[in-house]
C-alpha cells in the first residue's frame, strides 16, 4: 500500500480568482488530483475546502477532506465524461432502491411507505413520471419514457452540482434519493433515514453490528458532503443556478 503523502505546504487560504474562488497552499493554487485548476463558485465553499487541507498534520490523508473530493471529481471525471456519467445514473431507474418494497411485516412495510412514497410522489409531480414499485424480488418495469423525462434535468446540472449527484446516488442506492438531496427536498439525515430503512428497522428490533453500523456511518458523511457542497455553492441564494445560467429544475 503507498505510503500517503506528507504535508509540503505551511499556510493555506483561499481568495477570489477571475469569476470564481481558488484555494492556494502556500503559493500555489490548489488542483484536482489529475493536476487541473480547481476553480470553485463562491467564497464559503473554497474556504470549507481551505479548511479540510488546514487540518491536515503531518500527512495528506484525502478521506479526510470529503468536500476537496466532489469538488475534485466535478474537474476530472463529470467535466470530461458529462454523457457517460449521466446515462450511468439515469441507470437507477430501473433498480431505484424506492421501488422495491417488503410485503411484510406490516410496520417495515409502513415505513417504506411513509419514507419513500412521497419521494415517489415528487418524481410524479417533478417530471411527470410514475416509477412502480414492486414487493416482490422480481425487476420491476419502469415506464419506458422514465429516463428521457429525467434526463434533461440532469443535463442542466453544472460539474460541481452533477459530481455532488454522481456521489449520491451509488451511496443511496436511489436516484430519487439523490435528486432530492442535491436539489433540496431532503437534508442529509432524511436521505440516510430513506437509504436506510430496512437497515435501520432490523437494528432497532435486533440490534446493530460494527459492520452494518460502519457502513452507515460511510454513507452518513458521504452524504452530508453532498448536503454540504450544495448549501455552499448557492450563488445569490439560489442553488439550482448553474454556470449555464439556466435552472436545474425542469
Given at each position: 500500500?503507498t505510503a500517503?503523502p506528507?504535508?509540503f505546504?505551511t499556510?493555506?487560504t483561499?481568495?477570489a480568482?477571475?469569476?470564481?474562488?481558488?484555494v492556494?497552499l502556500?503559493?500555489r493554487?490548489?488542483?484536482?488530483p489529475?493536476?487541473?485548476?480547481?476553480?470553485l463558485p463562491t467564497a464559503?465553499?473554497?474556504?470549507a475546502?481551505?479548511?479540510?487541507?488546514?487540518?491536515?498534520?503531518?500527512?495528506?490523508r484525502?478521506?479526510?477532506?470529503?468536500?476537496?473530493a466532489?469538488?475534485?471529481?466535478?474537474?476530472?471525471r463529470?467535466?470530461?465524461?458529462?454523457a457517460?456519467?449521466?446515462?450511468?445514473?439515469?441507470q437507477y431507474v430501473a433498480?431505484d432502491?424506492v421501488?422495491?418494497r417488503a410485503?411484510?411485516?406490516a410496520?417495515?412495510?409502513?415505513?417504506q411507505?411513509?419514507?419513500?412514497?412521497?419521494l415517489?410522489d415528487?418524481v410524479?409531480?417533478?417530471?411527470g413520471?410514475?416509477?412502480?414499485v414492486t414487493d416482490?424480488l422480481a425487476p420491476?418495469?419502469?415506464?419506458?419514457?422514465?429516463?428521457d423525462?429525467?434526463?434533461?434535468?440532469?443535463?442542466r446540472?453544472?460539474?460541481l452540482h452533477l459530481?455532488?449527484?454522481?456521489v449520491?446516488v451509488?451511496?443511496a442506492?436511489?436516484?430519487?434519493?439523490?435528486l432530492a438531496?442535491?436539489?433540496g427536498?431532503l437534508?442529509?439525515?432524511?436521505a440516510?433515514?430513506?437509504?436506510?430503512?430496512?437497515?435501520?428497522y432490523q437494528?432497532?428490533r435486533w440490534?446493530?453490528?460494527?459492520e452494518?453500523?460502519r457502513h452507515?456511518?460511510?454513507l452518513?458523511?458521504?452524504?452530508?458532503a453532498?448536503?454540504t457542497v450544495?448549501?455552499?455553492?448557492?450563488?445569490?441564494?439560489?442553488?439550482?443556478t448553474?454556470?449555464r445560467?439556466?435552472?436545474?429544475?425542469p
Amino acid at each position: 500500500m503507498t505510503a500517503p503523502p506528507r504535508r509540503f505546504y505551511t499556510q493555506v487560504t483561499s481568495a477570489a480568482d477571475g469569476d470564481g474562488f481558488v484555494v492556494r497552499l502556500d503559493n500555489r493554487s490548489l488542483r484536482s488530483p489529475a493536476g487541473r485548476p480547481l476553480r470553485l463558485p463562491t467564497a464559503p465553499l473554497a474556504k470549507a475546502i481551505a479548511e479540510e487541507w488546514r487540518a491536515q498534520e503531518n500527512v495528506i490523508r484525502t478521506e479526510t477532506m470529503p468536500l476537496y473530493a466532489v469538488a475534485a471529481t466535478a474537474v476530472d471525471r463529470v467535466g470530461p465524461q458529462r454523457a457517460a456519467i449521466i446515462e450511468q445514473l439515469l441507470q437507477y431507474v430501473a433498480t431505484d432502491l424506492v421501488c422495491y418494497r417488503a410485503c411484510e411485516p406490516a410496520d417495515l412495510v409502513d415505513e417504506q411507505t411513509a419514507r419513500w412514497q412521497p419521494l415517489l410522489d415528487w418524481v410524479a409531480e417533478t417530471w411527470g413520471v410514475r416509477l412502480a414499485v414492486t414487493d416482490t424480488l422480481a425487476p420491476v418495469r419502469q415506464p419506458a419514457d422514465a429516463a428521457d423525462r429525467l434526463r434533461p434535468s440532469l443535463e442542466r446540472l453544472d460539474d460541481l452540482h452533477l459530481a455532488a449527484l454522481a456521489v449520491a446516488v451509488p451511496a443511496a442506492g436511489s436516484l430519487a434519493v439523490g435528486l432530492a438531496l442535491v436539489l433540496g427536498r431532503l437534508d442529509s439525515d432524511d436521505a440516510l433515514a430513506a437509504a436506510c430503512v430496512d437497515e435501520l428497522y432490523q437494528a432497532e428490533r435486533w440490534g446493530d453490528d460494527a459492520e452494518t453500523r460502519r457502513h452507515r456511518d460511510i454513507l452518513k458523511a458521504d452524504l452530508r458532503a453532498v448536503e454540504t457542497v450544495v448549501c455552499l455553492s448557492r450563488a445569490d441564494g439560489d442553488v439550482f443556478t448553474t454556470d449555464r445560467q439556466t435552472q436545474v429544475m425542469p
